[in-house]
């Protein structure tokens, strides 16, 4: 590993701080996930990022901050202390943001082969009817599995392509096909191409039952989109809660302080003015408390709507689809879009609230 270093090039230098175990994980979820390319030489581009931010921030934020503690300890205890702190602001501004893209890195490989997967489910009907047709053609099997393939077929037509060029190789078609279904958490493709399978080994018919397979198949798919469609009501009832009643709700509430505060204050300052007892005890009733500091509020309530709203892109993609993993941007503008209508309204509403005040 250490000949193999080198820190100005990145597809080594990401490398070298990976495990070997590690690494064949990545490759595998790379290659299954389609993408082209070295995963090492995006991580080495990340660590180039990470340092070069890491001395930024520092230097802007930090470095003030440590200046501050040791400006009056002797110059030996000062190098040190200096010493400590830089490393240990260092390392755990880099290890948090390493943690953070390592996340990022991994759900976008689970969402991009949870894609494909789908994608090759979606065409495996229309591929097996293609397959059916030229094995009542005369065509073999083997024959029929390579004809069949068109460049619509997309993820499935590349996996076949791969299977013949095993099969090509020397391995056997069985076990070409089960390699390719394992790639993919599907129980759907595994099904499919182990009846298939079990179908050659036993020496049926087997244009028949790839026959029954496909309109099984499409049975499936249909049952599959009338779930979806009994479904959308309740997916449509999540995202208008979360999406638009939630922030206005929200809104009316900060409404609501913005307005009792400016009566607390004009009572307040009213009963201030009265130097009588009865002032003095409801002067004890103040609306100014840090319990109803708006700042806190609006904070509190940007903080709810983002999580409501990962919460719910999560419910609607298992609502939608079954699977969480296809959620995608949702995670991302499903907060964006929450905590920017709660800011339209309230800007929206504060100068109307703001006129019920009497002078």
Same mark, same amino acid.
């Not at 759907?188 to 298939?196: E, G, H, P, T, V």
């Not at 609501?256 to 009566?263: D, G, P, Y």
């Not at 307040?268 to 130097?275: D, H, M, T």
């Given at each position: 590993?250490?000949?193999?270093?080198?820190?100005v %090039?990145?597809e080594?230098?990401?490398?070298?701080?990976?495990?070997?175990?590690?690494?064949?994980?990545?490759?595998?979820?790379?290659?299954?996930?389609?993408?082209?390319?070295?995963?090492?030489?995006?991580? #080495?581009?990340?660590?180039?990022?990470?340092?070069?931010?890491t001395?930024?921030?520092?230097?802007?934020?930090?470095?003030?901050?440590?200046?501050?503690?040791?400006?009056?300890?002797?110059?030996f205890?000062?190098?040190?202390?200096?010493?400590?702190?830089?490393?240990? &602001?260092?390392?755990? *501004?880099?290890?948090?943001?390493?943690?953070?893209?390592?996340?990022?890195?991994?759900?976008?490989l689970? $969402?991009?082969?949870?894609?494909?997967?789908?994608?090759?489910?979606n065409?495996?009907?229309? $591929?097996?009817?293609?397959?059916?047709?030229?094995?009542?053609?005369?065509?073999?099997?083997?024959?029929?599995?390579?004809? /069949?393939?068109? !460049? %619509?077929?997309?993820v499935?037509?590349?996996e076949?392509?791969?299977?013949?060029?095993?099969?090509?190789?020397?391995?056997?078609?069985?076990?070409?096909?089960?390699?390719?279904?394992?790639?993919?958490?599907? !129980?759907?493709?595994k099904? /499919?191409? %182990?009846?298939?399978?079990?179908?050659?080994?036993?020496?049926?018919?087997?244009?028949?039952?790839?026959?029954?397979?496909?309109?099984?198949?499409?049975?499936?798919?249909?049952?599959?989109?009338?779930?979806?469609?009994?479904?959308?009501?309740?997916?449509?009832?999540?995202?208008?809660?979360?999406?638009?009643?939630? !922030?206005?709700?929200?809104?009316?509430?900060?409404?609501f302080?913005?307005?009792?505060?400016?009566?607390?204050?004009k009572?307040?300052?009213?009963?201030?003015?009265?130097?009588?007892?009865?002032?003095?005890?409801?002067?004890?009733?103040? *609306?100014? #408390?840090?319990?109803l %500091?708006?700042?806190?509020?609006?904070?509190?309530?940007?903080?709810?709507?983002?999580?409501?709203?990962?919460g719910?892109?999560?419910?609607?993609?298992?609502?939608?689809?079954?699977?969480?993993?296809?959620?995608?941007?949702?995670?991302? &503008? $499903?907060?964006?879009?929450?905590?920017?209508? $709660?800011?339209?309204?309230?800007?929206?509403a504060?100068? *109307?609230?703001?006129?019920?005040?009497?002078?």
């Amino acid at each position: 590993m250490l000949k193999e270093f080198s820190i100005v %090039d990145p597809e080594s230098f990401g490398k070298a701080f990976l495990s070997e175990r590690t690494r064949l994980n990545l490759e595998r979820k790379f290659s299954v996930a389609g993408l082209k390319g070295s995963p090492y030489k995006l991580i #080495g581009y990340y660590f180039y990022f990470l340092i070069f931010l890491t001395i930024i921030v520092y230097f802007l934020k930090f470095f003030p901050k440590i200046m501050g503690k040791i400006i009056s300890y002797t110059a030996f205890k000062a190098v040190l202390l200096m010493f400590f702190y830089t490393v240990l &602001y260092s390392s755990l *501004f880099i290890l948090l943001f390493l943690f953070i893209g390592w996340i990022i890195l991994n759900y976008y490989l689970s $969402y991009k082969i949870t894609l494909r997967t789908r994608q090759a489910e979606n065409i495996l009907e229309d $591929y097996l009817r293609y397959v059916v047709e030229n094995l009542k053609g005369g065509l073999s099997f083997e024959k029929a599995l390579w004809s /069949s393939i068109k !460049p %619509d077929f997309g993820v499935l037509a590349e996996e076949i392509h791969l299977v013949t060029k095993k099969v090509m190789t020397g391995t056997d078609l069985d076990v070409a096909l089960k390699e390719f279904t394992e790639k993919y958490d599907s !129980p759907l493709l595994k099904r /499919s191409f %182990d009846i298939i399978i079990e179908s050659l080994r036993g020496g049926g018919s087997i244009s028949d039952i790839i026959e029954d397979l496909t309109n099984e198949l499409s049975n499936m798919k249909e049952l599959k989109q009338e779930l979806v469609t009994t479904n959308l009501s309740y997916s449509i009832f999540v995202n208008a809660v979360v999406l638009v009643i939630t !922030p206005f709700l929200f809104s009316l509430s900060t409404q609501f302080i913005l307005v009792l505060n400016k009566i607390g204050e004009k009572v307040g300052s009213s009963l201030s003015n009265q130097n009588t007892s009865v002032g003095q005890g409801l002067n004890f009733f103040s *609306f100014s #408390g840090a319990a109803l %500091d708006i700042a806190t509020f609006k904070k509190f309530s940007i903080a709810v709507l983002a999580v409501n709203a990962i919460g719910a892109a999560f419910l609607t993609t298992i609502i939608n689809s079954g699977d969480w993993k296809e959620v995608g941007l949702k995670i991302i &503008y $499903y907060p964006i879009i929450s905590i920017i209508l $709660y800011l339209l309204i309230t800007k929206v509403a504060s100068s *109307f609230f703001i006129n019920l005040i009497p002078v």
